[in-house]
């Protein structure tokens, strides 16, 4: 489903609906005639029906095709659509408030979300205001089991109060990824029966093993609220300029470069050796090591089967300057490889992980 709010209003309400959280819906809804849905405080309803007619139009009426400012329809608000998206990809064009000039912005979550509570699976970007500034997480919750990363600010590639951008949530069999205007900020595995814990923290972008699963069907969702009431009914700051959300590929092609500690072993000069960060390979039948380096040496493949530990899986050797293509299908959530010059110093020309 792909619409543009501002043009085709009929399609968001063939395919959209929204439903009320907060306790006193039926107190602070601006519009006490509308059809709708009331959670309370019950996180187990599931939003499979929800209708969006007449005056609870109002959270669209205020659209433009380049200011399309959602309205808090209560103190939180959730969009859903109508049905579940397989291994979805759900892309968000998105504007937040300032939180230094907005006192109304509480936080928002959008992505995909099971069974409209935490409980049944989510995947979703989650943005809150604190002490003035727009926090930015990765919220991937597996059933029963929730799990937020660290604050990921300084690994997006723009500021999400300085103007519209492309959000994308993509949901795989064995893994979500979350991108930015084109930029991968973070990749987490679902690894069920192993511990749930942050694996890479820092630059070029986040990566985090989930000891659960993650629904393969889930509904989009935009969820939004306002700090105090007195702000509800007002038009945000919030500006959502278009969603796209389609059905995906359980396991899309990936193809990642190689780092330590943030640096990318493509151009680094390695003395007496190197080991990567760790590559998440989850969900992927054949996994091709493509290398070239100016001296000879000893490739070494290492695996991580979701507890933090490396066990040497091969070893392959390294002729300079002459590509090495080694393709595995060794099942392991996570891949990391070490490289050690027999002359060293050496230069790495080559060196990344193509997956199918």
Request: charged share 15%.
């Amino acid at each position: 489903m792909s619409v543009w709010p501002g043009v085709n209003g009929a399609a968001i309400r063939d395919e959209f609906g929204f439903e009320y959280i907060g306790v006193q819906n039926s107190l602070y809804h601006p519009d006490k005639n509308a059809i709708f849905t009331l959670r309370h405080d019950n996180s187990f309803v599931s939003p499979a029906v929800i209708v969006l007619w007449d005056d609870a139009n109002k959270p669209f009426r205020n659209w433009t095709p380049f200011k399309p400012n959602l309205t808090y329809v209560d103190e939180t608000t959730a969009l859903y659509s109508k049905r579940a998206f397989k291994y979805g990809a759900y892309v968000f064009w998105l504007r937040f408030p300032d939180p230094s000039t907005d006192p109304t912005f509480f936080r928002s979550w959008v992505g995909g979300e099971t069974s409209g509570g935490f409980p049944g699976g989510i995947t979703t970007f989650f943005f809150e205001a604190g002490a003035g500034v727009l926090n930015t997480y990765l919220y991937t919750s597996a059933i029963n089991r929730v799990f937020s990363t660290p604050i990921v600010n300084s690994l997006l590639p723009i500021n999400p109060t300085a103007d519209q951008y492309l959000y994308l949530v993509k949901v795989n069999r064995a893994s979500v990824e979350y991108w930015v205007q084109g930029s991968l900020v973070g990749i987490v595995q679902f690894v069920p029966g192993s511990n749930t814990y942050d694996v890479r923290t820092t630059a070029p972008y986040y990566l985090g093993q989930l000891g659960g699963a993650v629904p393969a069907y889930q509904p989009c969702l935009m969820e939004y609220a306002c700090s105090a009431q007195q702000y509800i009914g007002s038009i945000s700051n919030i500006q959502l300029a278009n969603i796209s959300i389609t059905d995906g590929d359980p396991a899309p092609p990936r193809t990642l470069f190689l780092y330590t500690n943030g640096v990318n072993w493509e151009g680094t000069a390695v003395n007496p050796n190197i080991t990567s960060d760790r590559v998440p390979i989850a969900g992927y039948d054949k996994k091709q090591i493509m290398f070239l380096a100016t001296g000879n040496g000893t490739l070494e493949i290492y695996v991580d089967y979701g507890d933090n530990a490396l066990d040497r899986y091969d070893s392959v050797s390294v002729s300079a300057n002459t590509l090495l293509s080694y393709l595995t299908e060794v099942e392991a959530p996570w891949l990391a490889l070490k490289y050690t010059p027999t002359t060293p110093p050496a230069n790495i020309i080559r060196a990344k992980v193509l997956m199918s």
